[in-house]
């Protein structure tokens, strides 16, 4: 899923671990000591569940156009712990549009390849709040969820360079991440993150012609061995 794009930037120096916690301290989420527990659990287990032997491939402009290849492009989205038993799922052909299945899993969790015509190819797997959120955002629907919904994106994303870090290009190529969104009730709290993807830090982003801000966890930049 396409990680999109803030105006603001900030400067941040500390390590992502302990730049969370401090911002949830600062934030003073509402509903945010909850929010903070669970954001700092993810991070923990998600850096535990990112193999060491992953490979991240740099050739990913280019897109899967067989079911077989969606599936294998989308296995690369999560853990297996999630992905072995996943619900596969393909892209609609236009905004609306029904959600082809590819694979019928038996958990609830649905794997999806890198959405067709966007530049890079960023497969994501994700919880059914996540995904119903996704689905209510990309067909002009404003999303009605009413808890956290979390998503992962081991083979990253790509948001606007910024900081100029990495080769210096146009594009940042965001590590494996955890992403969690929130009802709308909790947009205050995630406004005062960074807006900056390309300085490796956590930051917050919206989905194209949305408004709503979801919250990205880079875990591991994109090429650490």
Not at 80 to 103: E, H, K, M, S
Not at 143 to 150: A, L, Q, R, W
Not at 183 to 192: F, I, Y
């Amino acid at each position: 899923m396409p990680e999109r794009r803030e105006n603001d930037s900030d400067d941040h120096g500390e390590s992502w671990t302990l730049q969370g916690s401090l911002r949830c301290a600062r934030a003073g989420l509402a509903g945010g000591r909850s929010l903070c527990r669970l954001i700092r659990t993810l991070c923990f287990f998600g850096i535990l569940a990112l193999p060491s032997a992953v490979v991240v491939s740099q050739n990913t402009s280019d897109h899967p156009t067989t079911d077989s290849a969606k599936i294998a492009d989308a296995l690369r989205a999560g853990p297996p712990f999630i992905t072995n038993n996943a619900t596969i799922l393909d892209w609609p052909q236009q905004p609306g549009g029904d959600y082809r299945v590819l694979r019928k899993g038996t958990n609830e969790w649905t794997c999806l390849p890198g959405v067709p015509g966007y530049p890079h190819d960023e497969p994501g797997c994700f919880d059914p709040v996540f995904m119903e959120w996704i689905k209510e955002s990309l067909a002009g629907r404003e999303p009605h969820i009413h808890s956290v919904g979390i998503a992962y994106m081991y083979v990253g994303a790509w948001v606007p360079n910024k900081s100029g870090n990495g080769s210096g290009g146009k594009d940042f190529h965001v590590g494996p991440h955890i992403m969690i969104v929130s009802p709308h009730e909790n947009q205050k709290e995630l406004q005062q993150i960074s807006h900056d993807g390309s300085n490796g830090m956590p930051y917050v982003a919206h989905l194209p012609h949305g408004e709503d801000l979801y919250l990205v966890l880079p875990f591991r930049q994109w090429d650490e061995k």
